[in-house]
């Protein structure tokens, strides 16, 4: 394991958090949620373990942002159970949470008069005490933090003066200053251009295999859901319609089946994961 600011960190900070037999961190256990009396999800079951980064994949309207909101607290499932560390999510308190769990949401709405690095200095609110303020070490993880999502050269800008694609990455930026011990991303492409969302997949995935980083991602793209995953869920009308490897989720029957779309599935030339192609 690679040693710097975020595995020091997490030796220093999180030994409160440990894993239970089963070695995963975060867990799902038979989840149902409805709204308004329409279920949205029905027994979802998953897991998610340091050095792992899993994919949820589906239709719009399957169940994955919901599934987002469950698995860090915002919603409550009507059925089954969440727990992270072997702990029930209940159990833990806010700022406990948000040290262990951060959240990189879709369309995350900013103080458009708050700079760059101000927002990126609120990833570090869990560890302050009441009326306390940032120390040189927290100032020292929120810069680099930037520098790893490459920020750091807006750290003065406002948000109002920045792009979607900029302001994604500096809504990374915070979700990492928060040194998490799992990452919940939601569409964590959204409104960057194909360099960045390479750039941003490939630290996600560094922090993964280096720092065992417990990663859960919904992606709308196919193909980048199996270029960066360890394992992928599809989700169907709020079920679990497949699990596994990308190579065993992304067929030509699956996608038939869920999309209702026919594609040719080819394996990469550089590493064999499946590539997706319309016919």
Same mark, same amino acid.
């Given at each position: 394991?690679?040693?710097?600011?975020?595995?020091?960190?997490?030796?220093?900070?999180?030994?409160?958090?440990?894993?239970?037999?089963?070695?995963?961190?975060?867990?799902?256990?038979?989840?149902?949620?409805?709204?308004? $009396?329409?279920?949205?999800?029905?027994?979802?079951?998953?897991?998610?373990?340091? $050095?792992?980064?899993?994919?949820?994949?589906?239709?719009?309207?399957?169940?994955?942002?919901?599934?987002?909101?469950?698995?860090?607290?915002?919603?409550?499932?009507?059925?089954?159970?969440?727990?992270? $560390?072997?702990?029930?999510?209940?159990?833990?308190?806010?700022?406990?949470?948000?040290?262990?769990?951060?959240?990189?949401?879709?369309?995350?709405?900013?103080?458009?008069?708050?700079?760059?690095?101000?927002?990126?200095?609120?990833?570090?609110?869990?560890?302050?005490?009441?009326?306390?303020?940032?120390?040189?070490?927290?100032?020292?993880?929120?810069?680099?933090?930037?520098?790893?999502?490459?920020?750091?050269?807006?750290?003065?800008?406002?948000?109002?003066?920045?792009?979607?694609?900029?302001?994604?990455?500096?809504?990374?930026?915070?979700?990492?200053?928060?040194?998490?011990?799992?990452?919940?991303?939601?569409?964590?492409?959204?409104?960057?251009?194909?360099?960045?969302?390479?750039?941003?997949?490939?630290?996600?995935?560094?922090?993964?295999?280096?720092?065992?980083?417990?990663?859960?991602?919904?992606?709308?793209?196919?193909?980048?859901?199996?270029?960066?995953?360890?394992?992928?869920?599809?989700?169907?009308?709020?079920?679990?319609?497949?699990?596994?490897?990308?190579?065993?989720?992304?067929?030509?029957?699956?996608?038939?089946?869920?999309?209702?779309?026919?594609?040719?599935?080819?394996?990469?030339?550089?590493?064999?994961?499946?590539?997706?192609?319309?016919?």
């Amino acid at each position: 394991m690679k040693t710097n600011l975020w595995s020091l960190a997490r030796f220093l900070r999180h030994d409160d958090l440990s894993l239970p037999p089963h070695g995963c961190l975060l867990e799902a256990q038979r989840v149902s949620f409805a709204y308004n $009396g329409r279920p949205v999800l029905r027994d979802v079951n998953l897991r998610v373990c340091p $050095g792992q980064m899993v994919g949820v994949i589906g239709p719009n309207g399957a169940g994955k942002s919901t599934l987002i909101k469950i698995l860090s607290r915002l919603l409550h499932p009507d059925e089954g159970r969440v727990s992270l $560390g072997g702990q029930d999510l209940s159990h833990w308190g806010h700022a406990q949470l948000a040290r262990h769990l951060a959240v990189v949401p879709q369309g995350a709405q900013l103080p458009e008069t708050f700079t760059a690095w101000e927002v990126v200095l609120m990833g570090r609110t869990p560890y302050l005490g009441l009326l306390g303020s940032e120390t040189p070490a927290d100032m020292a993880v929120a810069r680099r933090a930037m520098e790893e999502t490459n920020t750091w050269h807006l750290a003065s800008r406002f948000i109002g003066q920045l792009s979607g694609g900029e302001r994604q990455r500096v809504v990374m930026a915070r979700a990492l200053a928060q040194e998490p011990r799992v990452l919940l991303l939601d569409e964590p492409t959204l409104h960057l251009d194909i360099s960045h969302q390479l750039e941003i997949l490939s630290l996600v995935r560094r922090f993964v295999d280096e720092q065992d980083l417990a990663v859960l991602a919904i992606f709308h793209d196919l193909n980048l859901a199996a270029q960066f995953c360890h394992e992928l869920i599809l989700l169907s009308q709020g079920r679990v319609f497949a699990q596994g490897r990308p190579e065993e989720v992304i067929t030509a029957s699956n996608i038939a089946a869920v999309y209702e779309a026919k594609v040719t599935i080819l394996p990469h030339p550089r590493n064999g994961r499946p590539t997706v192609l319309p016919n």
